[in-house]
Structure formats: structure tokens, C-alpha cells
């Protein structure tokens, strides 16, 4: 075989237009093809077989939170004490980190708001919030409505990358108004 594929130039090619059809396929079919590192859209299967009680309609149900640790006390006092809480998870040495950083200053002169910075290394501090808001980049700012606007159950929104203070500033007043909200249907 080897000696056919070595002194015939027909099976080379043959052999050739094979190959570039298996990786062809191979790239080709849904779900393959994705480079380490891409992010892919669509459903996600659960293949785990749930051990809790049997509903209706047969089937096990899935626990809908993992449980967290604490939250450090001094952002629990803060969230308890009404303030607009807001949190940056950073990298550190990045420069846009450093850049945020030094924006989220900016909400010191901005009453009843309380500032907290966190690399990424201890984030699993902070997991009761960062979990449910599926942080997936650094920086992360994470503002909080102070806890009167949100009825007790804790709300939040996040920017991701870059901010400027003027961002910063407005983030943070984004969640603490209160009035009345509308929708814009442009005509």
C-alpha cells in the first residue's frame, strides 16, 4: 500500500481529496469547528440525572441556585445600611482595569454610595452576587440598587470593560432613581 501511495501520483491526490473531505465534514457539522477560547451561542443540554422528587410530568427537577458563602461584612453592611453598592472585579495590571479603578473615584462625591474594588483572584467572595449575574470579563462594575428601591430582593446591572467617570457616575444614578420609567416607540 505504501509503495502504491509513494509511486503513484492518482492515489496521492486520491488520498489528498479524502482527507480535505473528512476535515471539511469535520468542520462543517453543527457543533464542530469552534476554536478554543470562542464562545458559542444556543442551548445548553443537561445530561446529569436530577435526584430530587419526581414531578407531574416524570420528570426530576434541577436546583435552581448553588449555594454561596457570606458576603464580606463590610458589603453587607453597606447594602444593609441603603446605599448603592457598587463593585469592580479587576485584573490586576490591566490597563483598562487601572483606568476604571481610578473613574470609580469619581462616586465618592456621590452621596450614599459605597465603593468596593476586588481582583478576580478573591471574586468567589463576592459569589452570592457575581454567580447570578454570570461574570464572564474583567473589569466588571457591579451597581446595585440600594435596598429600598429594590424591594429587599437584591438588584443589579453590569458594565463590562472600560468606564470613564462619567460612566461610573451614571451607572450608579441609573440605580438609584426612582420615578417613573417609560419606553421610547419611535414612529
Same mark, same amino acid.
Given at each position: 500500500?505504501?509503495?502504491?501511495?509513494?509511486?503513484?501520483?492518482?492515489?496521492?491526490?486520491?488520498?489528498?481529496?479524502?482527507?480535505?473531505?473528512?476535515?471539511?465534514?469535520?468542520?462543517?457539522?453543527?457543533?464542530?469547528?469552534?476554536?478554543?477560547?470562542?464562545?458559542?451561542?444556543?442551548?445548553?443540554?443537561?445530561?446529569?440525572?436530577?435526584?430530587?422528587?419526581? #414531578?407531574?410530568?416524570?420528570?426530576?427537577?434541577?436546583?435552581?441556585?448553588?449555594?454561596?458563602?457570606?458576603?464580606?461584612?463590610?458589603?453587607?453592611?453597606?447594602?444593609?445600611?441603603?446605599?448603592?453598592?457598587?463593585?469592580?472585579?479587576?485584573?490586576?495590571?490591566?490597563?483598562?482595569?487601572?483606568?476604571?479603578?481610578?473613574?470609580?473615584?469619581?462616586?465618592?462625591?456621590?452621596?450614599?454610595?459605597?465603593?468596593?474594588?476586588?481582583?478576580?483572584?478573591?471574586?468567589?467572595?463576592?459569589?452570592?452576587? #457575581?454567580?447570578?449575574?454570570?461574570?464572564?470579563?474583567?473589569?466588571?462594575?457591579?451597581?446595585?440598587?440600594?435596598?429600598?428601591?429594590?424591594?429587599?430582593?437584591?438588584?443589579?446591572?453590569?458594565?463590562?470593560?472600560?468606564? #470613564?467617570?462619567?460612566?461610573?457616575?451614571?451607572?450608579?444614578?441609573?440605580?438609584?432613581?426612582?420615578?417613573?420609567?417609560?419606553?421610547?416607540?419611535?414612529?
Amino acid at each position: 500500500m505504501r509503495d502504491k501511495l509513494n509511486n503513484n501520483p492518482a492515489a496521492q491526490i486520491g488520498l489528498v481529496v479524502v482527507l480535505i473531505a473528512v476535515v471539511g465534514f469535520m468542520l462543517l457539522k453543527p457543533g464542530g469547528g469552534e476554536a478554543e477560547g470562542e464562545e458559542s451561542s444556543g442551548t445548553v443540554e443537561v445530561t446529569a440525572i436530577a435526584s430530587t422528587p419526581e #414531578t407531574a410530568a416524570g420528570m426530576g427537577e434541577l436546583p435552581t441556585s448553588v449555594p454561596a458563602p457570606p458576603l464580606p461584612a463590610a458589603f453587607t453592611a453597606a447594602y444593609d445600611a441603603d446605599k448603592t453598592v457598587a463593585l469592580l472585579v479587576v485584573h490586576d495590571g490591566g490597563i483598562d482595569d487601572a483606568f476604571t479603578h481610578l473613574a470609580l473615584a469619581e462616586v465618592a462625591a456621590v452621596e450614599d454610595v459605597k465603593p468596593f474594588v476586588v481582583p478576580v483572584k478573591k471574586i468567589s467572595r463576592y459569589a452570592a452576587v #457575581t454567580v447570578g449575574l454570570d461574570i464572564n470579563r474583567v473589569p466588571a462594575l457591579i451597581v446595585m440598587r440600594p435596598r429600598r428601591l429594590s424591594g429587599g430582593v437584591p438588584q443589579a446591572s453590569v458594565d463590562y470593560g472600560f468606564q #470613564t467617570p462619567q460612566s461610573v457616575v451614571q451607572a450608579v444614578r441609573d440605580a438609584s432613581y426612582k420615578g417613573p420609567e417609560g419606553t421610547y416607540y419611535p414612529n
